[in-house]
């Protein structure tokens, strides 16, 4: 099984800044099966990215996703209010899925 | 508007058995991939299993922690999705949401039915 570690575990930002997620497998994972959530308190988790890069629909252009093999990164280019969450990277391979566990945004 | 629920959650006792249930709409449910993950409290999600569509086979697959207890099913005339959990343990307290599977990321997720699992 193929093992996410996310971090930071808690990035604490003000408004307006540029948040940095880093998202890390255990083996390399193709880009096309890798995706990111965000999930706010007592919601589900909400689809935001996937095959690393792609924008999930509704989601805004400051969100954008890079990366390949064993390194992934989300962006925030200007964190607005609303995006102060929990985000979680997933992937899939090996006919199954795993997620990371999170890294958590909150105001500075 | 795609609209997936979530039933059938409750309390139930260390070795018991639950059947829950997702009613899907808004979408072609008879060719989606359906999934179920599951969330314990303060922890992140778990992916729990798939049933994929009748014309891809509709076989499913399980996370390690379930398998052999738990099982997938789907009805394509009533557009629902099944979760049948037995012997349930109290590792598997939970919220189990239902998720429309697309090109392997979980694109729709319902709101979710809290199983807890206590004596």
């Known amino acids: 099984e193929i093992v996410l570690t996310q971090s930071p575990g808690t990035l604490s930002l003000s408004p307006g800044e540029r948040a940095t997620l880093s998202c890390r497998a255990s083996q390399s994972v193709s880009s096309t099966f890798l995706a990111w959530y965000q999930q706010k308190p007592g919601q589900p988790p909400r689809l935001l990215m996937y095959g690393a890069s792609s924008r999930a629909t509704g989601i805004p252009d400051r969100f954008s996703g890079s990366g390949s093999g064993t390194d992934f990164t989300l962006t925030i280019s200007r964190l607005e209010p609303e995006d102060f969450a929990v985000y979680y990277c997933q992937q899939y391979g090996s006919s199954s899925f795993t997620f990371g566990p999170g890294t958590k945004v909150d105001i500075k | 508007e795609v609209q997936l629920v979530e039933s059938g959650g409750g309390l139930v006792k260390p070795g018991g058995s639950l059947r829950l249930s997702c009613a899907a709409s808004?979408?072609?449910?008879?060719?989606?991939?359906m999934s179920w993950v599951r969330q314990a409290p303060g922890k992140g999600p778990e992916w729990v299993g798939r049933?994929?569509?009748?014309?891809?086979?509709?076989?499913?697959d399980y996370a390690a922690p379930v398998k052999g207890r738990f099982t997938m099913s789907r009805d394509d005339s009533k557009n629902t999705v099944y979760l049948q959990m037995n012997s349930l343990k109290t590792e598997d307290t939970a919220v189990y949401y239902c998720?429309?599977?697309?090109?392997?990321?979980?694109?729709?997720w319902g709101q979710g039915t809290l199983v807890t699992v206590s004596s």
């Open positions: 049933i994929k569509s009748k014309t891809d086979g509709g076989t499913t």
């Open positions: 808004g979408f072609t449910f008879s060719n989606a991939w």
């Open positions: 998720t429309a599977v697309s090109g392997f990321r979980f694109q729709h």
